[in-house]
């Protein structure tokens, strides 16, 4: 891999395909960025379901539900169709609403952002730490005053927010701890995993996430009484289990006790999720071999790579988050995913700072230069493939590409 490294930068930029060069991988065997398996067990699910012709919410939601609360050793998991689906209800079950104030960071996706507007809260940003890309807990206190309700933490790329300092202050202010753990699903911090540090711990089965169910989440509660407020909360507002309704146990009247949601997870999509979450190991054993494998190939570019995990700590590799140093490349980093595009490897950026988007900047005045960490990151962070379904051969690719791209300089 390093025998490029004494030719002139031209020869070596000529070899570029966003230069007219050979692409590292054909046209029409593109790496699309975070492509899940999907393997025999789950499409035999699905069939299985359909042939039962129970399709909605029943008892292979119920099934995933009991799993997923026994993995994350939790009281209660409540399956619903989406994380954002499971932030909203999260704030709602907690009682927030209009003028109340939920602390979250800018280096995270819309959603956990929406989730806050939607519940009629205001969210009030925390600007994250460079190496991490976690919200600075240091930070956190000066942004608390009588609105705030809640700190929303998201667990950035799979790794674990600092959560003692966190927890810490948010005991003193008496705050709620709801998690984002859409990145998160194996992450661990100090011997307990994600979704057991705050009141509530929200996850997605995206397409792109850890474990898949084409769109999903999940909201996790040790308390009885926050859960099935999100049952009912989730399900039009409807006093009994709905999905009951219809069952041989009898007909059974409903009530509707709140202007509730359709949040619930259809039975298609818990069918992959069972399967999924059997064989949650065994793709972060994959993931945790892809990156070890990027941090050694890519050590010597241009690019500072993802931190290692912290002591005691447990990183879910959900995402992989090179830096690129414009400085010393010469070239910003949409250069780099265009460069990347056209040796046709997909790729993604996990994020344009949410401060820096037209609809919050003038909703809530949010400035450039106000989270200067998240903006540091935002211009130069990419996303490289580390699905699980990545062959040894698609991983060469992305070496490949990644490594003749960053070596122009
Ligand atoms: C994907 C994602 C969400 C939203 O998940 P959906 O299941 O697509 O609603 C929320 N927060 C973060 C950090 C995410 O990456």
């Not at 990151?377 to 040894?392: C, F, K, N, V, Y």
Request: glycine fraction near 8%; aromatic fraction near 10%.
């Amino acid at each position: 891999m390093k025998c490029a490294g004494n030719k002139k930068s031209m020869n070596k930029r000529s070899l570029l395909a966003i230069d007219g060069g050979k692409p590292v991988r054909s046209k029409n065997d593109f790496m699309v960025f975070g492509s899940p398996p999907i393997e025999e067990a789950e499409i035999e699910e699905v069939v299985q379901c359909m042939r039962s012709r129970w399709i909605g919410t029943g008892p292979r939601a119920h099934q995933f539900e009991e799993d997923f609360a026994l993995y994350k050793e939790k009281r209660f998991a409540i399956a619903v169709n989406s994380c954002t689906a499971a932030l909203h209800l999260s704030m709602l079950a907690s009682g927030i609403g209009p003028g109340d104030e939920v602390i979250t960071t800018p280096m995270t996706f819309c959603a956990t952002v929406n989730a806050i507007i939607h519940s009629g809260a205001t969210p009030v940003l925390v600007d994250c730490d460079r190496t991490t890309m976690n919200i600075s807990p240091e930070q956190i206190e000066e942004k608390i005053n009588g609105r705030t309700k809640a700190i929303l933490v998201v667990h950035f790329a799979g790794r674990c927010c600092d959560m003692d300092p966190i927890l810490s202050i948010a005991k003193s202010y008496n705050l709620m701890v709801i998690e984002d753990c859409a990145h998160a699903v194996e992450s661990e911090y100090h011997g307990k995993k994600t979704g057991n540090f705050g009141d509530l711990g929200c996850f997605s089965f995206y397409v792109t996430k850890n474990i898949v169910t084409g769109e999903g989440g999940m909201v996790v509660t040790d308390d009885e009484r926050i859960a099935s407020k999100i049952k009912v909360l989730g399900l039009h507002g409807m006093s009994k289990d709905a999905w009951k309704r219809f069952s041989d146990d009898g007909y059974k009247h409903y009530e509707v006790v709140f202007a509730g949601f359709k949040y619930n997870m259809p039975d298609l999509q818990a069918a992959i999720g069972i399967h999924q979450l059997k064989r949650v190991e065994r793709y972060w054993q994959r993931r945790h071999e892809i990156w070890g494998i990027y941090n050694r190939e890519f050590a010597s570019l241009p690019c500072v790579l993802p931190a290692d995990p912290e002591p005691d700590t447990r990183h879910a590799y959900h995402l992989y988050t090179p830096l690129i140093d414009i400085e010393k490349l010469g070239k910003n980093r949409d250069w780099v995913l265009n460069a990347l595009t056209a040796e046709n490897v997909g790729t993604g950026v996990h994020y344009i700072p949410i401060h820096r988007h037209p609809y919050y900047r003038k909703t809530f005045g949010w400035r450039k230069g106000q989270f200067p960490n998240a903006e540091w990151i935002g211009e130069r962070t990419i996303s490289l493939p580390i699905s699980p379904a990545l062959s040894d051969n698609d991983v060469d690719d992305v070496m490949r590409a990644f490594t003749k791209i960053m070596r122009i300089a």
